[in-house]
């Protein structure tokens, strides 16, 4: 198993922290930006080819919320099974930046900030 480091090349595209993911610390997934076989996933095909590393540097929508990509059935689906908070993730990376993001998700040792 791989220790959760801090790096912001692992945070997806849709604000999940991949350093924190099971699936990643076990060497079962290279993490959202590396993963091919992630091709159905709209919000990815949407970041790269709008030219962002994540929904946060959306300059279409204010919000995660707004966006139809983001916030579709399975995308509630994945919040409700995991507990996960993406638009939090999201508005955390717009508030403390990449880096700072990826420290503090390596720091609690997550892939996500939890729904409340």
């Known amino acids: 198993m791989k220790e959760i480091i801090a790096?912001?090349?692992l945070i997806s595209y849709c604000g999940l922290y991949?350093?924190?993911?099971?699936?990643?610390?076990?060497g079962k997934c290279p993490g959202?930006?590396?993963?091919k076989k992630a091709s159905w996933c709209?919000?990815?095909?949407?970041?790269?080819?709008?030219?962002?590393?994540?929904?946060?540097?959306c300059k279409i929508?204010?919000?995660p919320t707004e966006c139809k990509k983001f916030n579709n059935m399975i995308s509630?689906?994945?919040?409700?099974v995991f507990g996960s908070d993406r638009?939090?993730?999201?508005a955390m990376i717009k508030e403390k930046g990449y880096d700072a993001y990826a420290e503090e998700m390596a720091r609690r040792k997550t892939q996500a900030i939890k729904r409340k």
């Open 32 to 35: 959202c930006h590396e993963n």
């Open 76 to 80: 509630k689906i994945f919040s409700f």
């Open 18 to 26: 991949c350093g924190g993911c099971k699936a990643h610390t076990h």
């Open 61 to 63: 929508h204010t919000t």
């Open 7 to 9: 790096d912001k090349n």
């Open 87 to 90: 638009p939090a993730c999201i």
């Open 42 to 57: 709209k919000i990815r095909k949407c970041c790269i080819a709008n030219g962002n590393a994540s929904c946060a540097d």
